[in-house]
């Protein structure tokens, strides 16, 4: 079982930065593959960025590429996703996920067994 708190959303000007963390318990953190999904009111959960149990492979939307970087912290159970440059289009909420098996695609939500609360991030114009 793995229980996940994300932190670190918040009210951003377009243009702006935001880092967001998520604390993961359980001694097999290590080995789940991790992602970051976002949903906007009225829309599908979609994937933002995604990353292997290594840290050494990463994937991200083509929304996001260029301007997000997911990274990880095995020894301190820690994922983050640092935002530059947002857009009042990254406006949702955001949830950190774990993926235990890795029988899925990377990107793909149904894999991904362990959700945070999520931390709402707000772009504005």
């Known amino acids: 079982q793995v229980q996940l708190v994300e932190s670190g959303g918040g009210l951003v000007q377009a243009g702006g930065s935001l880092r967001l963390s998520c604390a993961a318990s359980?001694?097999?953190?290590?080995?789940?593959?991790m992602g970051w999904f976002r949903q906007a009111p009225g829309k599908e959960r979609e994937i933002v960025a995604a990353?292997?149990?290594?840290?050494?492979?990463?994937s991200y939307a083509d929304s996001v590429k260029g301007r997000f970087t997911i990274s990880r912290d095995n020894a301190k159970n820690t994922v983050t996703l640092q935002m530059n440059s947002l857009k009042p289009e990254d406006t949702a909420v955001y949830y950190c996920?774990?993926?235990?098996?890795?029988?899925?695609?990377?990107?793909?939500?149904?894999?991904?067994?362990?959700w945070g609360q999520g931390t709402q991030v707000t772009v504005s114009s």
């Open positions: 359980g001694r097999t953190f290590r080995t789940y593959r």
């Open positions: 996920a774990a993926d235990p098996r890795g029988y899925y695609s990377i990107n793909n939500v149904n894999g991904y067994d362990y």
């Open positions: 990353i292997r149990w290594s840290g050494g492979s990463t």
